[in-house]
């Protein structure tokens, strides 16, 4: 049996419900000639009579009665289904995954989810907090949050947040059994307490700019973390000196918790930026969130 196409079962579905050819072919925006035309070619290819023509009615043969309920259902869900795409075109809706380093996502991300997610319930966000340099496009993220520096020049850049400042931070109780480091050289005779990348499986170099001078210093320790957030906690039990961003310090650095050091090493850089590979074909829910997070200040 030759291959029947869907238009054509559509046409068949439209005649078998009107009943007649005329308002059939109005509803499907046809001329009722190519309308009986679609009909007659259907008929011919199934070798079966569907409808069953006189002067003022039409009705349907046992072959038509089965085929209609067969087909229609079968119809209407391809219909649900595509009306449901469109949906997705015209209000946020589906799940947008995001890689982030820690930091970010609690300082970055949350927040602004946290306004967002309540009026869009039918938007959810997947954070993957990692501080590797993925391939989003290779691991199916919709986008990822790193420093300026760090993104790639083929993808675009939104930037979601304000410039940032590292700080070198230790607790008094440190402090007060060594001298303070004067120099990025200095930090040779401390103990350090180190963040292990897993990209390249090493350890990050603390790095230090100071006029036209750049300084990368690989630092070394009893404590090794890979998370930010472990290393400001070694920090304040006294392990030693950690290198974390300047907003995550401020707090016990008013407390007295913790003591700066080596600040004028440590100058403004590029924050934090959303990046993803193309603007083509965005969803409304990552154009939604794209918008909440871009930084305005």
């Known amino acids: 049996m030759q291959r029947v196409d869907v238009s054509d079962l559509l046409a068949f579905v439209a005649v078998a419900r009107e009943r007649n050819f005329t308002r059939a072919a109005a509803k499907l925006g046809i001329s009722q000639s190519a309308l009986s035309q679609t009909i007659r070619l259907l008929e011919a290819r199934l070798g079966l009579r569907l409808l069953t023509r006189t002067t003022r009615s039409v009705s349907l043969s046992e072959a038509g009665e089965r085929l209609l309920r067969s087909v229609a259902p079968r119809l209407e869900e391809i219909e649900a289904a595509l009306a449901s795409l469109s949906a997705l075109r015209d209000k946020p809706a ?28 039918e938007v959810n966000v997947e954070i993957h907090v990692d501080y590797g340099l993925v391939d989003i496009v290779a691991e199916r993220y919709d986008a990822g949050v790193r420093f300026g520096e760090q993104v ?82 070694a920090a304040l039990d006294g392990f030693g000196l950690a290198y974390v961003p300047e907003d995550l310090a401020t707090p016990h650095l008013s407390a007295g918790r913790l003591n700066r050091v080596l600040e004028d090493w440590c100058p403004p850089f590029a924050g934090y930026h959303l990046y993803y590979p193309s603007r083509r074909d965005l969803a409304p829910a990552f154009s939604l969130l794209v918008d909440a997070l871009r930084y305005r200040g």
């Open 152 to 233: 790639q020049k083929d993808m675009i850049a939104v930037r979601i947040a304000p410039d940032m400042r590292m700080a070198v931070v230790g607790a008094p109780s440190y402090f007060a059994k060594r001298s303070t480091p004067t120099t990025p050289a200095d930090l040779a005779d401390h103990v350090c307490i180190n963040l292990r990348l897993p990209t390249y499986g090493g350890l990050y170099a603390w790095e230090f700019e100071k006029g036209k001078r750049t300084i990368n210093v690989r630092v070394e320790g009893q404590l090794t973390f890979n998370g930010i957030y472990q290393i400001l906690s």
């Open 94 to 121: 589906g799940t947008v995954r995001i890689t982030s380093g820690d930091h970010a996502a609690d300082t970055i991300l949350r927040p602004a989810l946290k306004k967002l997610l309540p009026e869009y319930p």
